[in-house]
């Protein structure tokens, strides 16, 4: 079975921009998380969907936007780009019941030029 | 809120050496809590969680970790690393119960084994 897939895996961009990210969750599994990992640093909560409703939000500005489809991949998207949004954006699915581990995807690098 | 702290930013060690890299958590509700390893340019995989019962939970590749609910550690600890543990590993928390997956990693600790 194919794991949790991250599209695209490079991304280059300027500031202002806006950027879409795209997350296949593994098969059956219903809820999709994304992380941001900058740099030396742990990655950092942004968003959960559970069932195409977001059942979470870390501490983000409303630049960083998600959905979730009838299929169950996702979308992250983040308007009007600064240098600090540079990083590794990890997507996690789960099943979404208690206690289930994160799998994750190997992530998109976006740096902000 | 949750926080982890991962007291250790490098640890090097010898092949075939013991290692045990540290994590202290801090949380007024219940915790899930996880090992996850990440390679040079990859995602994270899971090594190993404690969820209820046995404190020491082991993964398939000789890790093992202990959770300690009054001194909130969950440190890892292998009695023999290879060359191919060189990656680096974060712990994470998350409040218990259905639904959470709000996980708050620590800062992560790189593990280089030294020939």
């Known amino acids: 079975d194919a794991g949790v897939t991250q599209s695209p895996t490079h991304l280059i961009k300027t500031r202002g921009q806006h950027v879409t990210l795209r997350c296949s969750p593994i098969?059956?599994?219903?809820?999709v998380s994304w992380y941001q990992q900058v740099l030396g640093q742990g990655p950092q909560f942004i968003f959960q969907?559970?069932?195409?409703?977001?059942?979470g939000r870390g501490n983000f500005p409303d630049r960083f936007s998600a959905r979730q489809f009838p299929n169950y991949s996702s979308e992250l998207n983040v308007n009007a780009l600064l240098l600090g949004d540079s990083a590794l954006y990890l997507c996690?699915?789960?099943?979404?019941?208690?206690?289930?581990?994160?799998?994750f995807g190997s992530g998109t690098q976006l740096s902000v030029l | 809120a949750q926080s982890v702290t991962q007291l250790d930013s490098q640890v090097p060690v010898f092949e075939e050496a013991p290692v045990e890299l540290r994590c202290n958590y801090s949380?007024?509700?219940?915790?899930?809590l996880f090992w996850y390893v990440q390679y040079p340019n990859q995602g994270l995989q899971l090594l190993l969680k404690y969820l209820s019962g046995s404190t020491l939970v082991e993964s398939i590749n000789g890790f093992e970790a202990e959770f300690n609910k009054s001194q909130t550690s969950f440190h890892l600890r292998k009695p023999s690393v290879h060359i191919s543990d060189t990656a680096e590993y974060f712990c994470a928390v998350t409040p218990s119960g259905a639904g959470s997956y709000q996980l708050t990693f620590g800062k992560g600790t790189k593990l280089s084994v030294i020939p």
């Open positions: 996690a699915s789960s099943t979404g019941t208690g206690g289930q581990a994160l799998f």
């Open positions: 098969s059956g599994h219903k809820s």
């Open positions: 969907y559970y069932e195409k409703e977001e059942r």
């Open positions: 949380s007024s509700v219940s915790v899930y």
